[in-house]
C-alpha cells in the first residue's frame, strides 16, 4: 500500500470489479479507490499520476468488460455522497456523477421536468451516461445538458458549457478524466404525460430486451444505417453460445453471461460474432461496450 501511504482509508488493493459490472465477470482491480470528497479524488489523481498508474472511472458499470485478468492500473469509483448529490431549482436540475440515472428519470416525472425521458430504462450513472453520450431511438442524454463539471487528472476542476462540447452516437469528446456533475436543462409539463411516455418507453425497452439477464446492453454500435442487432440476427448468430456465453434470442445485439461465463467466454464470442456478421454481410461490427 506504499504507494497510497496517507489515503489507505479510502484505497483497496486487489478489489474483484465484477460484482461492480452488469455482466457481473472479470478479475479484480490492481488499486480500487473510492474518494469521499472532490479533494480527497484530487489527491488519489495525483497520486496515481506521480506513480505512472493508469486510471479507470468506474460509474455504474453497465457498459464494461472486465477482462478476466483483471485490471492492472487503478480503478476510481466516486460513490461518496458528495458526488450522488442532486438540487432542483426552476427547470434546472444539477445530479451528481454517481446519482443513478434511472431514480433522475422518476425524479423529473415527480418534478413535472420534461428532457430526460429518452434514458428510460438505460442503467447507470449521470457520469457514465454523459461520458457515453446514452440514449438510442427516443433521444440522447447530450440534448438535455447544460453543463458538464470535470476534474483533470492533475486535480483542476473546471465547467464546460454544452456548445462547447461534442457528443456523437455513444460517445462525447469531454477532456478531462472525471465527470463530477451535470447539470440539466428541462422544460416544465404535466407529470401525467411524462410518465405516460416513460411508461411507453419502458414497455418497449422490456419487450424488446433481455432486462432480467446479466448483460452490458448493446455489444456493439449500428453501422450507419443498419441494425447491429439485424445483422446478427440475419447471420443467424441468436442463441450462439460460448461456454456461459450466449446471443440473445430476444435481442441479437445483448450478450448474456449466464452463471460460470468467464470474460474469455464472452470476447470469444465477439470474435464470432465479428467474423460471422463480416462474412455473411461485408460489415464489421465496432464495440459498444468498454473492455478493461
Ligand atoms: C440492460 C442494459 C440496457 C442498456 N441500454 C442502453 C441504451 O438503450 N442506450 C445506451 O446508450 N446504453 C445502454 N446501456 C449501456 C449503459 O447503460 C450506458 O452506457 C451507461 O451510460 C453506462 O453508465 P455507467 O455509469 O454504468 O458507466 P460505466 O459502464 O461504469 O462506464 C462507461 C464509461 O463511462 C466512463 N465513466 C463512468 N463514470 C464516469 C465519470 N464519473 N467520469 C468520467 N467517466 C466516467 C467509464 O470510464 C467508461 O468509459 C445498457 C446497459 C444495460 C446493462
Request: glycine letters at 12%; one cysteine or more.
Amino acid at each position: 500500500m506504499s504507494l497510497f501511504t496517507g489515503l489507505e482509508a479510502q484505497v483497496r488493493e486487489n478489489e474483484p470489479l465484477g460484482p461492480m459490472t452488469w455482466l457481473g465477470i472479470g478479475g479484480p482491480a490492481r488499486y480500487f479507490i473510492e474518494p469521499a470528497t472532490a479533494e480527497a479524488l484530487k489527491q488519489a489523481a495525483l497520486r496515481c499520476r506521480e506513480n505512472g498508474l493508469g486510471v479507470f472511472v468506474l460509474g455504474g458499470g453497465a457498459n464494461l468488460l472486465i477482462d478476466d485478468a483483471g485490471v492492472k492500473g487503478a480503478v476510481i469509483r466516486l460513490n461518496g455522497p458528495e458526488f450522488a448529490r442532486i438540487s432542483i431549482c426552476e427547470g434546472q436540475i444539477r445530479a451528481g456523477a454517481y446519482f443513478d440515472m434511472g431514480k433522475l428519470v422518476l425524479r423529473c416525472v415527480r418534478e413535472g421536468l420534461s428532457g430526460l425521458e429518452a434514458l428510460t430504462g438505460i442503467p447507470g450513472t449521470v457520469g457514465g451516461c454523459v461520458r457515453m453520450n446514452a440514449g438510442g431511438a427516443f433521444g440522447d442524454i447530450a440534448s438535455a445538458i447544460k453543463t458538464v463539471q470535470i476534474m483533470t487528472s492533475d486535480g483542476e476542476i473546471f465547467t464546460r458549457l454544452r456548445e462547447d462540447m461534442a457528443f456523437g452516437y455513444r460517445s462525447s469528446n469531454i477532456a478531462g478524466k472525471f465527470i463530477l456533475s451535470a447539470e440539466f436543462q428541462l422544460s416544465e409539463d404535466d407529470p401525467h404525460r411524462i410518465l405516460k411516455q416513460v411508461k411507453e418507453i419502458w414497455m418497449f425497452k422490456k419487450n424488446t430486451q433481455p432486462l432480467s439477464k446479466s448483460t452490458a446492453g448493446c455489444t456493439f454500435k449500428n453501422p450507419r444505417g443498419m441494425s447491429a442487432g439485424a445483422l446478427i440476427d440475419r447471420a443467424g448468430l441468436k442463441g450462439r453460445r460460448v461456454g456461459g456465453a450466449c446471443v440473445s434470442e430476444r435481442h441479437a445485439n445483448f450478450i448474456i453471461a449466464d452463471e460460470g461465463t468467464t470474460a474469455a467466454d464472452v470476447l470469444k464470442l465477439i470474435n464470432v460474432i465479428r467474423d460471422t456478421v463480416h462474412e455473411k454481410s461485408g460489415v464489421y461490427l465496432e464495440l459498444e461496450i468498454e473492455v478493461w
